[in-house]
C-alpha cells in the first residue's frame, strides 16, 4: 500500500461534496449534492485509516469491500476501485445516493468514533460508479456460456434486479414480471429525483435489458397471466414484488377528501418527471402547489413527502411525529435537508381526527415520552388537554407499508406466510414452502432499506443457481 496516500485523517478534515444552497433547490428536482473532483475524491478517500477491524464493512448489509476501493480511489486506480465495489454490490451508484449511510457503514467509521469525522463513504462510492459509466468501463452483461435453465422474477425493484444481474453472468434466461410500465420500483416511481435522478436507475436496467434479461412490464400477476403459469414455464420463480399497501390510521374523517397515501403522492410526481399525464396530479388531488401540507409519519418516506411538497410550491409544510427528533426513524441527514429547505417539524405529536369533508385541518394530540416498552424504545403518551387542529389543504400519510395478501391475490395455494403477511422464506436461502420458489426483499422481510434488498436478491441468486446445479446433475445421472 502506497502509504503517502492514505491515513490522511488527522490533518485533512471531513469534506462532502458541494450542497446545493436551499432557495435553489427546493426550485427543482435535481439532486442536491454535487459530484466530486479526481483530486478531491482521491484526498477524501485517502482520509481512510485503513484499520484492521473495518466496521464500516462489518455494518454494511452487504459486507462491501470498502477499505479496498478507497485505497484505490486514493491511489487513482478508479477502474481497479470500481471493479471492487461491483464485485459486492449490484448498484453502488444507488446504495451511494440514497444508503443512510450515518446509520450503516459512516456511523461505523473508527475515526468517526474517534473524533476526527467519518471517512465519506457514500460520496466516494457514487463518485467511483458515476467515473465508471462517464468512462464506459460498465458493460452489458456477457455470460462465458448459455445455459438452458430458465428463472422467473416477479418485481423489478432492487432485490429483484440484484437477482437478475446475478444470473444471467451465469448465463441463466431470466424474465422479470413487473405490474408497473417502467422498471426500478421504488427506485423509479417510489424516490423522489433530488436523491435519486431517474436516468441514473435507466442506466442500469438499460444495462440488464442490454445484457439479456427480459422485462415483461405492465403484466399484473393475478390478472394478466397466473403464477401457476409463470411457475410452470420456468425452472424457478423469485417473489420480489416489494410492500406496497399502505398501513392506514383509524380516525374520524380519515377518508375526507384530501387525504392521501404517500405512496401516490410519490408516484404521481415521478411520473410527471418522466413527462407522464398524470390526472391526479393535473387536478390537484396529488399536488401541493399552493397548499397548506401536513405529512404524517418520521420514516424516510415522510422525509421524501415533506420535501417533494416543498419544490411543488406548497404555502407551508408540516411533519408531524408522536415521538422527538432524537427518536424518530427517518435519516437525520435527510431532517437537515428538509429543515433548510423550509418544513417545520412538529414533534411529539399525533392525528386523533380530521375535520372537514374536505381536509381543513387535522386534529393533533400533543405526547409526551413515558416508560420505555419491551425494545427499550420510550412510549408516547398523550398529554390530557393540550389537543389542538392544525390547518391543512393536503393531509400525505407516510405510515410505512404492509405486503399484500400474495396467496389470495394470487390464488396460490400451499405459499405460506407469516402473521405479518410477509411471505415466509428461509433468510439464507430463501426457499419458500412451495419447491423452485423463492422470496427475497421487503416482500420477505418488511419494510427496509434498498441495501437489503438487493443482499436479499443476491443471496437468492446463489441458492438458485445451486439448486439448478443439483438438478442438472440428477437429470444426468
Not at 464506459?136 to 448459455?146: L, Q, S, T
Not at 411529539?348 to 393533533?364: N, Q, R, W, Y
Request: net charge negative.
Amino acid at each position: 500500500m502506497a502509504k503517502q496516500s492514505m491515513l490522511k485523517f488527522v490533518n485533512v478534515g471531513r469534506d462532502m461534496p458541494e450542497k446545493r444552497p436551499p432557495d435553489l433547490r427546493r426550485e427543482d428536482f435535481h439532486e442536491i449534492y454535487g459530484e466530486y473532483a479526481r483530486d478531491k475524491a482521491a484526498e477524501q478517500a485517502g482520509r481512510c485509516s485503513q484499520c484492521g477491524v473495518p466496521y464500516c464493512q462489518t455494518h454494511c448489509p452487504l459486507h462491501n469491500n470498502i477499505p479496498d476501493w478507497l485505497r484505490l480511489t486514493a491511489e487513482g486506480r478508479l477502474q481497479e476501485a470500481y471493479e471492487v465495489s461491483q464485485a459486492t454490490n449490484t448498484f453502488p451508484e444507488i446504495c451511494g445516493r440514497i444508503c443512510p449511510q450515518d446509520r450503516l457503514c459512516e456511523g461505523n467509521c473508527v475515526i468517526e468514533q474517534s473524533g476526527h469525522g467519518t471517512v465519506t463513504i457514500g460520496s466516494i462510492e457514487k463518485y467511483i460508479t458515476d467515473t465508471a459509466f462517464e468512462e464506459g468501463w460498465v458493460k452489458p452483461i456477457a455470460p462465458h456460456a448459455e445455459r438452458d435453465e430458465r428463472v422467473a422474477i416477479i418485481g423489478a425493484g432492487p432485490g429483484g434486479l440484484a437477482c437478475a444481474d446475478m444470473l444471467r453472468r451465469e448465463g441463466v434466461q431470466v424474465t422479470v414480471y413487473d405490474r408497473y410500465d417502467r422498471a426500478g420500483g421504488l427506485l423509479t416511481y417510489g424516490i423522489p429525483g433530488f436523491k435519486l435522478e431517474k436516468d441514473i436507475v435507466m442506466k442500469r436496467i438499460d444495462q440488464l435489458e442490454a445484457g439479456g434479461v427480459v422485462f415483461k412490464l405492465n403484466t399484473d400477476v393475478g390478472v394478466d397471466v397466473t403464477f401457476e403459469e409463470i411457475r410452470a414455464g420456468h425452472d424457478a420463480v423469485l417473489i420480489a414484488t416489494g410492500v406496497y399497501k399502505t398501513r392506514d390510521l383509524q380516525a374520524p374523517g380519515v377518508g375526507a377528501k384530501g387525504i392521501v397515501n404517500a405512496i401516490d403522492f410519490l408516484t404521481a410526481s415521478n411520473r410527471k418527471s418522466f413527462g407522464d399525464a398524470v390526472e391526479e396530479f393535473d387536478n390537484g388531488d396529488l399536488n401541493a402547489e399552493g397548499k397548506r401540507v401536513v405529512v404524517i409519519g418520521g420514516g424516510d418516506t415522510a422525509m421524501d413527502c415533506v420535501r417533494t411538497s416543498i419544490r411543488q410550491g406548497a404555502k407551508s409544510v408540516k411533519c408531524l411525529y408522536r415521538r422527538d427528533r432524537d427518536n424518530m426513524p427517518g435519516s437525520q441527514r435527510e431532517v437537515k435537508n428538509a429543515e433548510e429547505e423550509g418544513v417545520e417539524f412538529v414533534w411529539l405529536s399525533a392525528p386523533k381526527g380530521f375535520t372537514g369533508d374536505s381536509v381543513e385541518g387535522v386534529m393533533v394530540s400533543k405526547m409526551r415520552l413515558g416508560q420505555p416498552d419491551a425494545t427499550g424504545r420510550q412510549m408516547p403518551e398523550v398529554i390530557s388537554g393540550a389537543d389542538y387542529v392544525e390547518e391543512a389543504d393536503l393531509v400525505i400519510k407516510a405510515l410505512g407499508f404492509e405486503p399484500e395478501d400474495l396467496p389470495k391475490l394470487w390464488g396460490v395455494d400451499g405459499l405460506e406466510v407469516t402473521r405479518w403477511g410477509t411471505v415466509m422464506a428461509d433468510f439464507q436461502t430463501h426457499e419458500t414452502s412451495l419447491p423452485g420458489v423463492y422470496a427475497c426483499g421487503d416482500i420477505q422481510r418488511g419494510a427496509s432499506l434498498v441495501v437489503w434488498a438487493i443482499r436479499d436478491g443476491r443471496e437468492a441468486a446463489q441458492a438458485i443457481l445451486a439448486q439448478l446445479g443439483r438438478t442438472t446433475a440428477m437429470a444426468a445421472e
